[in-house]
């Protein structure tokens, strides 16, 4: 059971589904959509999730044979055949549930599933454009969540730009996981999610309104994204950049409850914020790497 919970990367799905409950909540801050069949979107998206990453060991799985051999496929536990075998099922499953809540949304997941096949397939090998693709999966996932009010879909679509940029740094950062980097590199990737906290500053200043919630959850987004690049910025060991990726995938709830609290309030952004606490648990004893 531990090696299928590590192949799906448990810890990651819930980062997934706060994505889609964040883009939900916002969206709804201009008009009410049905919370009622809401979990489809959800379990659309962590599905989703969960067989992207499983094609992703699959498809490395001659590699982590070297460098990650402590991996469900390389390890043994779980058969090469059998993971791809599942994540068609999940991504298939992803797909439908989000054509049962609308055909909107299903466009959407459509987009996200060729986008983490692509992803997994051929953009991955390579530094830019895996970045790139990676970061659009995840920019589509909270455009999934924007689906929720099909209506106002357009009015916050420009939204997901923030953690399209938030994952070009993670994913970039996540290449020296296994051989380290330069401070310098790494220096240079933390000013993503600088400007990103600018942005966030920035929209407020225009605002002309600084709400404590508000400023409470871009100021916690900015400290962890000191906790994630800092240690690997002194010492840019792969130990340490393993850390900093960790705490980079967390911190999108963060920037996600800073979104939802300028836009739809202090509650549902605290809502958003505590799934970190649920997904730090689950980290504990799987890795999200």
């Avoid at 889609?20 to 998206?45: D, E, K, N, Q, R």
């Avoid at 994913?171 to 000013?191: C, F, Q, V, W």
């Avoid at 950049?241 to 996600?256: F, M, P």
Wanted: charged share 10%.
């Amino acid at each position: 059971m531990k090696a299928y919970l590590q192949l799906l990367r448990v810890p990651n799905l819930v980062t997934s589904a706060g994505d889609v409950l964040a883009g939900a909540f916002i969206v709804s801050s201009m008009g009410s959509g049905p919370y009622a069949t809401l979990w489809l979107l959800l379990l659309s998206s962590i599905m989703l999730y969960a067989g992207g990453v499983t094609l992703n060991d699959v498809m490395d799985a001659s590699l982590d044979q070297i460098e990650r051999p402590e991996r469900p496929i390389p390890s043994g536990k779980i058969g090469r055949e059998h993971a791809f075998m599942l994540s068609c099922l999940l991504m298939l499953g992803g797909i439908i549930l989000s054509l049962a809540f609308s055909q909107f949304s299903f466009y959407i997941s459509l987009i996200l599933a060729l986008c983490i096949v692509i992803y997994n397939i051929w953009a991955k090998k390579y530094g830019i454009p895996g970045a790139l693709v990676m970061a659009l999966c995840r920019a589509l996932n909270i455009l999934l969540g924007f689906s929720f009010v099909q209506e106002h879909f357009w009015d916050f679509a420009l939204l997901a730009l923030l953690p399209f940029l938030h994952i070009i740094g993670v994913t970039a950062l996540s290449r020296g996981e296994n051989h380290g980097y330069t401070a310098k590199t790494i220096l240079l990737i933390s000013l993503i999610p600088l400007g990103i906290v600018l942005w966030l500053i920035g929209f407020e200043l225009f605002k002309g309104s600084f709400a404590f919630m508000e400023l409470f959850f871009i100021a916690l987004y900015c400290f962890f994204q000191g906790f994630a690049y800092y240690p690997a910025i002194r010492e840019p060991k792969p130990a340490f950049i393993k850390r900093g990726v960790k705490y980079g995938i967390l911190s999108l709830l963060l920037l996600n409850a800073a979104l939802v609290s300028i836009f739809d309030g202090s509650l549902h952004a605290l809502i958003v914020a505590l799934l970190i606490v649920v997904s730090s648990w689950l980290s504990r004893s799987i890795s999200m790497t």
